[in-house]
Nanobody, 121 residues
Framework: VQLQASGGGLVQAGGSLRLSCAAS????????MGWFRQAPGKEREFVAV????????RYADSVKGRFTISRDNAKNTVYLEMNSLKPEDTAHYYC???????????????WGQGTQVTVSS
């Protein structure tokens, strides 16, 4: 499966962004979809994950209550709605596809190129 993330940009603290990740190549609803992020000088970290049907979601504590992951299997797209953004949310955001409902990046064999999110204070 090929993944293409979009929707990043520069936003002020307290603002919102919606990231999208479009999938192509194989049956999208066969995959668990995750969002991860990596800030300069830091390791890649888990942000959110959603099950194949969209019925289950899980979030990192740092984004819980502010971010929402969703998917539209008819459009082969997963979304990350980000509200109340903070400067510490600044990172390159990646979408990933896998077969296990897990938070570790090693469980995701397919990755998009990512999109940059920058939150100014």
């Amino acid at each position: 499966v090929q993944l293409q993330a979009s929707g990043g940009g520069l936003v002020q603290a307290g603002g919102s962004l919606r990231l999208s990740c479009a999938a192509s190549g194989r049956t999208f609803n066969n995959y668990v979809m995750g969002w991860f992020r990596q800030a300069p000088g830091k390791e890649r970290e888990f942000v959110a994950v959603i099950t194949e049907s969209g019925g289950g979601t899980r979030y990192a504590d740092s984004v819980k209550g502010r971010f929402t992951i969703s998917r539209d299997n008819a459009k082969n797209t997963v979304y990350l709605e980000m509200n109340s953004l903070k400067p510490e949310d600044t990172a390159h955001y990646y979408c990933a596809a896998g077969y296990a409902y897990r938070v570790q990046s090693s469980h995701y064999p397919y990755w998009g190129q990512g999109t940059q999110v920058t939150v100014s204070s």
